[in-house]
């Protein structure tokens, strides 16, 4: 898969590979201890493409990571959350370019739900983001039957017993009542399978529509149901504080905070 150029400072490509901090690779860059292409070269802030260019300090070859990828998809409902699908239903997959397909879903969204939903390459952002003891909020727009009444949101919020467990509280919003149904807004902290339309059902209100509007730091916003974007640096270095927390599930950089890199695959804009 081609990856376009990208300049970038060797000190940080150095840092990047996790093998000194970046005041560290400073000292080996001005020590003359670092080749690029075979040669020497001791000029701070000189750039190279990590991707093309061979880097090597003390003589020995870098191990390079490939940049972070994370994007945002609006999933429609009718798609199932994997690159794959050996049944050939409809994926995700079919909504990015080719070259987007290298990234892999952060959980998932069930096949009739829609919303936000994040892609990454980066397995340890992605277990963060999973993990429960993180406790990463996602928050649901909500079409159910009938409206819930205050005993019903009082269930919701001081948490349910499901088949697999009690529930942590959620917090839940009455927004919005038509004849038969009304809309709700619900966050939760955990990730568990089907979990919103299960807790929903425990108290006698289907779902009828499920919507993600709202993952960690990150808002759907306006993005257009079908459509895909990068995340800004700054909601990429949101997500890595989430390694920060917990510093033993940090293993792929350890270096700190950084911006995130364009894929140069862009995904589609909008499926029509
Ligand atoms: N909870 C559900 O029930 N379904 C989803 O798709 C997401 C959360």
Redesign the pocket.
Known sequence: MPITSAQVRLQKVIARSGLASRRAAETLIQEGRVTVNGKTVTVLGTCIDPNRDHVKVNGRHLKTQPPDIFLMLHKPGGYVSTMNDPLDRPTIADLLETGSIRTFPVGR??SD?EGLLLLTNNGDIAQACLHPRNHVN?T?LVKIKGSLDNEDMTKLKNGLLLEDGPTAPAHVRRIRQTEANSWIEMTISEGRN?????MLDCVGHP?IK?K?VKFGPLALGDLPIGASRYLSDEEANALRTLLHRHPSSRSRNQIGPRPSKRNPHRPRKQRT
């Open positions: 969204l069930d739900s996602k649901y089907h979990q919103v339309k299960r779902v499920l993600r």
